[in-house]
């Protein structure tokens, strides 16, 4: 078989960065073509850096990287979309990392999966614009359990296989969806599901990130359904998701607020 290119170049979001020596930052990028991959960027801390502004966390850039003997590194990025509205907005800012975060942790290095970089990818331009962030945010985790293997059956139960009624079901993250009132699991934990929560988890599945836009949900049931994904997500990748403490704790003055009023 004929050897890898040495050099090779490829579009990447920056999930995230760490430093590595006095200069040098170890930079985890999502890349169209090679899924994750972690590359040295030499220098970076230095404040001549030129390449420093094109491997900040959430950067989407074009990146030259050459292959070495125990990590790649970068040799050249040029800069696609900087997403500057994320970094100006503490909302939109921490719903990303939130996004960044999940895609890191449920990834495994050099596994491609070009429909999961155009997923982050569409998420980040929808953070970065949309009125409405979390049903954005909702249909991106709804979509990543999908693409992991994970999609949660929402018209049977999972336990008899039978048309799931209205109203009544439990949602079992354990058992990969929802169970019917006749089939309450004993062994596994659950969470009670109201009728409108499974029309909305229905519509995050079956829709697009411009349906989840236009979604509009109470708090209480957007809390619900927010819940209910975030257990799934937590079942699949057995361990949480540290910025989802960092997005509650910027989100509770607002639904203080909201609750005042």
């Excluded at 502004?53 to 959430?58: Q, S």
């Excluded at 890191?104 to 998420?123: G, I, K």
Aim: glycine share 6%; with cysteine.
């Amino acid at each position: 078989m004929p050897k890898p290119p040495r050099v090779y170049k490829t579009p990447a979001i920056v999930l995230r960065q760490r430093r590595l020596g006095d200069a040098d930052k170890i930079v985890t990028l999502y890349s169209a073509n090679f899924g994750k991959l972690d590359a040295v960027a030499k220098g970076v801390r230095r404040v001549t850096s030129r390449l420093a502004g094109h491997v900040e966390p959430l950067n989407h850039g074009a990146y030259l990287i050459a292959r070495g003997r125990n990590l790649d590194i970068i040799t050249q990025a040029q800069t696609i979309e900087t997403f500057q509205p994320l970094r100006d907005d503490l909302d939109r800012l921490s719903r990303a990392v939130y996004a960044a975060e999940l895609l890191d942790r449920a990834t495994e290095e050099r596994a491609e999966n070009f429909a999961l970089y155009r997923l982050l990818l569409d998420a980040l331009r929808r953070l970065a614009t949309n009125d409405e962030l979390d049903m954005p945010l909702r249909f991106f985790e709804m979509s990543l359990l999908g693409q992991l293997g994970y999609r949660p059956q929402l018209e049977v139960c999972v336990v008899c296989a039978r048309q799931l009624p209205a109203d009544g079901n439990d949602w079992a993250p354990g058992l990969g969806g929802v169970s019917c009132p006749d089939c309450r699991p004993e062994d596994t934990p659950v969470r009670k599901l109201s009728a409108n929560g499974l029309k909305l988890l229905r519509l995050l599945q079956a829709g697009s990130f411009a349906d989840a836009a236009r979604l509009r949900a109470s708090p209480e049931l957007a809390a619900e359904v927010e819940g209910h994904l975030r257990a799934a997500i937590h079942f699949a990748l057995d361990r949480d998701i540290r910025s989802a403490a960092f997005l509650d704790t910027v989100r509770r003055p607002a639904r203080a607020r909201a609750g005042g009023r």
